[in-house]
Structure formats: structure tokens, C-alpha cells
């Protein structure tokens, strides 16, 4: 997947969020660790277009790090978007949905994913997905970042 493609799926996604937000929605978007939060950043420049900044709060949320990060916010009634740059077996996710649920009782959230790798193990799935990559055991799937944005998929066969 190349950064023209990327930014294709980007645009999208952020089309299909808009369709699901209603008027008074207060969106929340979460980016996940480095990549997620990456990821988020350039959704939203496609996404800002289209609805009041004034409804948009954008935070991240460190999985792996969680000394490092700062208290969530209110999420309470409001529309909550986590956004990662791929799904695999779901654990993040599952863990980043506990963590939001603790900080208050969202009117809805959803799931962002560039990728989604399938195999999971946790009751999760990707509402909005870029792109479906089905990977093999032994295949590694990144998203290679260029100046804190998302520049192109790889996928790695480890031997």
C-alpha cells in the first residue's frame, strides 16, 4: 500500500465517520501508541473539512506505555473513535476499549483501522477498515511512518 493509496483510504474513512456522526455528536478520536496516533492525524485533516472543529477532541492513548499517559478524557455521551494502523488479534484494542469505558460510558464507540490483518483472539472487529491484508503465520505487516505520517505499508516474511 503506497502513501497515494493511504491517503485515498484516509479521505474515505473520514467520509464514512461523517455519515455516522449526527449533528450533535461530540467526537472523541483516540490514536493508538506511535502509529495510531499517526494515523489519526492525517484522518482528521481529511475530516475537519467536514464537521465543527469545536465538536473534536484528539488524544492518544499509550497501550504498551501506560505510566506515560495522560488521564482520558470525559467520554461520556460522546462519539469515541479509536484509531489504530492495523488490527491483528485484537488485544490493543480490547484494552484501549476497557480503558475508555473506565473514563465513562460512550454514546457509541468505533473502531478505525488502516489495516486489518484478521486473526483474532478477542471479541473485536474494525468498523471502518482502509484495507483487508489476510496475512499468513510468520508474516509481520508495519506501517512505515516519514515525517510522523503514515508513508507506506510493508509487509515482512519472517524466516
Known amino acids: 500500500m503506497?502513501?497515494?493509496?493511504i491517503q485515498r483510504s484516509l479521505k474515505r474513512m473520514a467520509i464514512e465517520v461523517w455519515e455516522k456522526l449526527e449533528p450533535e455528536h461530540e467526537l472523541v478520536i483516540v490514536g493508538l501508541n506511535e502509529r495510531g496516533l499517526a494515523t489519526a492525524r492525517v484522518f482528521l485533516e481529511y475530516?475537519?473539512?467536514l464537521i465543527s472543529e469545536s465538536k473534536i477532541e484528539l488524544v492518544e492513548y499509550n497501550v504498551k506505555n501506560l505510566t506515560h499517559n495522560k488521564p482520558l478524557p470525559e467520554c461520556s455521551e460522546k462519539f469515541v473513535l479509536i484509531i489504530d494502523d492495523v488490527i491483528f488479534s485484537g488485544k490493543t484494542m480490547f484494552d484501549a476499549v476497557s480503558a475508555i469505558i473506565s473514563a465513562g460510558e460512550p454514546e457509541r464507540i468505533e473502531v478505525l483501522t488502516l489495516l486489518d490483518r484478521g486473526h483474532?483472539?478477542?471479541p473485536i472487529k474494525s468498523?471502518?477498515?482502509g484495507m483487508t491484508i489476510p496475512t499468513k503465520v510468520g508474516e509481520h505487516v508495519e506501517v512505515m511512518l516519514s515525517k510522523e505520517k503514515p508513508e507506506q505499508v510493508v509487509l515482512f516474511k519472517n524466516t
Not at 2 to 5: H, S, Y
Open 120 to 122: 483474532r483472539k478477542y
Open 2 to 5: 503506497d502513501n497515494a493509496r
Open 47 to 49: 475530516l475537519k473539512p
Open 127 to 129: 468498523n471502518i477498515t
